[in-house]
């Protein structure tokens, strides 16, 4: 078993927006970006607030409080996904709105960057009531969301259906079925292909492709996953798939360990019946942290944002780091684990398949013509490795680590649409 690894008492943790600030500010100076247009893009262009009642299942109302907020609209429509947590505030909103508009940047798809949530844990809600506030919020929210301006998705704790009752109350209020104002939809009303295992598997073209740049030989190599979830799961499926031996899996409820490795397909059935992976047969309990510094060669973040820290990284073990979540890395953290060698996959690279493949559901649903499953595969395919290319070229030509890369090759690429298309009047 991992040795314990404490989690010592320190300074309060650096919030999400200001993370993705810093990490905008490394790029902007390695680009000499110009002031004025360094202002525009360190600011979110749009931010919505709503504070609205939920008749719940005893009669009684509860008024909770979502978020909408778009940062960039200078390369298309907005596009990002809709959170469901407890403890999501606007600042960690304002920052996954940011990291869209630079992901999609560096896949080079033509949307700019928003995030909405709303402050709740959907675990505390019966179904009913979870339609309820999710039909409410979408009409809240209608000001400034549609296939054109804004186009929502899934995010921690919303799945198809949350998107499918989304998509009927947009639908609903303007008279007739707009598949196109969400996606991460089911097949039945407009969804696509492949796109469910979608971020886990550009995550594993991503580590693939990371493997063979420092020599990593898959067949073998062992795999920690933090957040078994909607991008852990497939991704730990498909890097197994590749011969690698998942060592250890985690939850929101904690964590498991089996040295000879585990099998994602029966652990993840394992948690459809029991509500987690903990006490799953053969395997030993681990905490978040140990999880952290496990023994192995791939480290994948799945789960929320700044769990790698300036206080953990120096444990980490593993020779690559494939962020699966948003923003799991600190800055802090990315200095100590360059300095160390361990090669990063940031996060606006390794986890774009899913907005890459809600962009082509997105292109289904306006010409009503849908794509068979290999076809989106192979252009995801093409899509992810181009822009790891892309970015390994970058990173190579300014001696920078892939992070900051990507964040060069982003913000280089919506200033550039600013500055085409001017300010307005």
């Known amino acids: 078993m991992a040795r314990h690894i404490e989690r010592h008492p320190g300074p309060p943790a650096e919030s999400s927006y ?12 390695r680009l000499h970006l110009d002031e004025d247009y360094r202002q525009i893009l360190r600011t979110c262009k749009r931010e919505l607030t709503v504070n609205f009642p939920v008749r719940m299942d ?6 909770y409080q979502g978020y909408r907020v778009q940062h960039s609209l200078a390369r298309g429509p907005a596009k990002g996904g809709i959170r469901y947590h407890p403890e999501v505030d606007l600042d960690e909103v304002r920052a996954l709105a940011m990291w869209m508009t630079w992901k999609c940047a ?60 989304m998509m009927d109350t947009y639908s609903m209020n303007v008279g007739h079925s707009v598949p196109a104002v969400v996606t991460g939809k089911p097949l039945e009303i ?29 067949d073998g190599a062992r795999l920690a996953v933090q957040g078994f979830g909607n991008v852990g799961q497939p991704l730990a499926e498909f890097l197994r798939a590749d011969g690698c031996s998942v060592v250890a899996l985690s939850d929101s409820r904690g964590a498991i360990h089996r040295p000879s490795g585990l099998d994602p397909a029966k652990v993840a059935r394992y948690k459809q019946e029991t509500g987690s992976v ?24 799945c789960a929320l944002a700044n769990e790698i820290t300036g206080r953990n990284a120096e444990a980490v073990k593993a020779r ?15 200095q100590i684990l360059a300095d160390r060698g ?34 989106i595969n192979a252009k995801l395919e093409q899509i992810m490795t181009r822009a790891f290319r892309a970015v390994v070229t970058e990173a190579e030509n300014h001696r920078v680590d892939l992070r900051t890369a990507a964040q060069m090759l982003a913000v280089k690429r919506v200033a550039d649409a600013l500055k085409l298309r001017g300010i307005f009047p």
Not at 18 to 29: E, H, S, T
Not at 144 to 158: C, E, K, L, M, Y
Not at 194 to 217: V, W
Not at 282 to 300: Q, V, Y
Request: net charge negative; aromatic share 6%; with cysteine.
């Open 58 to 63: 005893d009669g009684s109302i509860r008024v």
């Open 18 to 29: 200001a993370v993705a600030l810093r990490q905008f500010d490394i790029a902007a100076d």
């Open 342 to 375: 361990v090669l990063v996959v940031p996060d606006v690279l390794a986890n774009a398949g899913g907005v890459t493949v809600s962009y082509f559901e997105w292109v289904q649903d306006l010409m009503a013509f849908f794509w068979e499953p290999q076809e």
């Open 190 to 218: 407009g969804g696509s292909e492949g796109r469910a295992e979608a971020t886990g598997r550009g995550c594993a073209i991503a580590t693939r492709h990371a493997a063979e740049r420092i020599g990593l030989r898959l």
């Open 278 to 301: 903990i006490g799953f047969p053969g395997s030993e309990p681990l905490s978040h942290a140990e999880l952290l510094a496990i023994d192995c060669e791939i480290l994948a973040p």
């Open 320 to 334: 690559l780091v494939v962020e699966g979540a948003n923003g799991p890395t600190t800055p802090a953290a990315d």
């Open 106 to 165: 560096t896949v080079n798809i033509p949307y700019g960057g928003a995030k909405g949530a709303v402050v709740v844990d959907p675990k505390q809600l019966s179904p009913r009531e979870l339609e309820n506030l999710t039909r409410r919020f979408t009409s809240e929210i209608q000001i400034i969301i549609g296939p054109d301006s804004d186009v929502p998705a899934p995010d921690v704790n919303t799945n198809s259906q949350v998107m499918a009752w």
